[in-house]
Structure formats: structure tokens, C-alpha cells
């Protein structure tokens, strides 16, 4: 099942954000990389997937991020709009923020962050995109990272949350951490120290993959809480699921409005990330 119309939009939603629609297709995909983490919910050109399980029973550090982003893309998803819930490092983010994922720190440990392993590829039949034909020909590719996040993405996600008046930073730096615990607080200053704005635990591989893919992509962090040590009190899964409930509906608005303005040609160099990357 291809759709080869750069339109197609992928959504994987995080901590507290699941169904976002009604009345939907539901695709129960394999991949050569095993099941995803949900079934995929397909409505009106948009796929939306769960990335921790809708009964929420997958950890961070045991996601299946390449059975995930194989699957989307295997539907026809060209565009992807990632959500995860993150903690404040930069003291200027406060809980309920909303910001636009500019570029990302890895400090995961146990995670497979790339489909492409050479010889120990695994088979596939598919070879009609230049993804697919590299996997399949169990090449070994150095993709390029510098621009992770598609600008004609990121433009129209700030043209949309200012068209709704939402509280939200333009750009920040998020770092991810292996979990499923919270960092230390020494952690969280190290963070700091390298420049990170804020902390999660699913964005990597997860852009990561979908970049070796050529899709485009948007990032956007949900700040839930001042992360270990900024402001000193106890972290708590059970405010992250709060948050993310209490940003259910602006989440909502902002896809909604989002949706139709990102289903157009772009003219960014997402597409053509693998061009001259492989060995």
C-alpha cells in the first residue's frame, strides 16, 4: 500500500495523547522489524500511531522505533509530526509550554537508531524509493543529521500556534535519556552544561529513523515539568499524564488547523537527505 503523494501525514503521539480522531480506519501493519506499537489510525490522508501502546504498556527505552517509522512510511507517510511530553531545563520553559524541536542531544544507551546495518540488514522486498532500495541492497549509509527538522514544517507549525494564540517557543533543544527512570539532578547540569532546553525519553531514534527515511519532519515538545533539580520537587509520572490531558485539546485545535496547511508540494531538501550517503 503506497502513496507516493508527499501529502500523506504521520502522527505519533506520547505520553496522554492517543485517539485524536474519531471514526477511524484502523491498519494492523507487520514490518520486517517487527509490530508496531499500535495499530495505525487512518482518517482523511492522516495516520496517527501510539507510541507507548494505547493502554500505555511500552516504556521508553523499549519502543519498537523502527517497526513504528517502518510501518508509517510503509503506508505512505512522507510527512511526520512527532509529540512528546519533555522536562523544563531552560528556566524560561514553564509546564503547559509548547515548544518546536530545533535539533536534538542523543544520551540513549540500549536502542537500535538505524535501519540500515549493512550486511546484517534485514530483507525486504519494496525497492521503489531510494530508502528501499538501499535497504534492500544491505547497503551501509551515513545519513546526514544537521538538518534534522524540515523547515517548511517548522514554518508552518509557527504560523499555526501564533494563529491560536498558544504560548510556545520557537526553537529548543531537547535531550534524550534512556529511561524509563528520571535523570539525576547532576544529569539534568550536565544537560544544561551542552546546551539542552529540555528532556525527554522517546525522541531519539525516533527522528533519527524518519530522517534515514527521507520524511519530513516536525519535532514538538510539550514542556509537563521543571526537570530534576530546577525547581527542586520530586518528579512524578502522574504529572506528566496531567499535562499532556491538559493539552489534549489544544493539541487537537493545533492539528486540525495544521493538517491542511502541510498537505502541499514542498520544496525543501528533506527528500533527497540519502543522496550520496551510502558507501
Known amino acids: 500500500m503506497h502513496h507516493e503523494n508527499n501529502a500523506f501525514l504521520g502522527i505519533i503521539g506520547g505520553s496522554g495523547l492517543y485517539k485524536i480522531f474519531d471514526d477511524v480506519e484502523e491498519l494492523d501493519i507487520d514490518t520486517p522489524f517487527g509490530k508496531p506499537s499500535s495499530k495505525i489510525f487512518l482518517k482523511n490522508g492522516v495516520a496517527f500511531l501510539s507510541r507507548h501502546g494505547i493502554d500505555h504498556s511500552i516504556p521508553p527505552h523499549l519502543v519498537n522505533y523502527r517497526a513504528n517509522i517502518y510501518a508509517l ?69 551515513h545519513t546526514d543529521m544537521s538538518n534534522i527538522f524540515c523547515e517548511e514544517m517548522i514554518g508552518i507549525a509557527n504560523e499555526t500556534l501564533r494563529e491560536l494564540n498558544l504560548h510556545f517557543y520557537v526553537k529548543g533543544v531537547y535531550a534524550c535519556t534512556e529511561g524509563p527512570r528520571f535523570e539525576t539532578k547532576k544529569e539534568i547540569e550536565m544537560l544544561k552544561h551542552l546546551g539542552a532546553d529540555m528532556v525527554g525519553m522517546t525522541a531519539c531514534p525516533e ?73
Open 207 to 279: 527522528v533519527f529513523l524518519a530522517r534515514e527515511t527521507g520524511m519530513h519532519i516536525l519535532h514538538i515538545s510539550i514542556i509537563t515539568n521543571p526537570a530534576a533539580g530546577i525547581e527542586g520537587h520530586k518528579l512524578t509520572s502522574k504529572e506528566v499524564i496531567d499535562m499532556m490531558k491538559q493539552k489534549d485539546e489544544e493539541i487537537k485545535k493545533f492539528l486540525t488547523l495544521f493538517i491542511p496547511k502541510a498537505q502541499k508540494q514542498f520544496v525543501c531538501q528533506c527528500e533527497s537527505v540519502l543522496e550520496g550517503a551510502d558507501v
Open 73 to 141: 512510511y510503509k503506508i505512505g507517510v512522507r510527512k511526520l509530526i512527532s509529540i512528546g511530553a519533555t522536562g523544563g531545563i531552560n528556566t524560561l520553559f514553564k509546564s503547559g509550554d509548547i515548544v518546536i524541536t530545533s535539533d536534538v542531544l542523543d544520551f540513549t544507551k540500549s536502542r537500535v537508531s538505524t535501519f540500515f546495518e549493512g550486511v546484517f540488514s534485514k530483507d525486504i522486498d519494496e525497492e521503489d524509493t531510494p530508502f528501499y532500495r538501499l535497504l534492500k541492497a544491505k547497503k551501509v549509509v
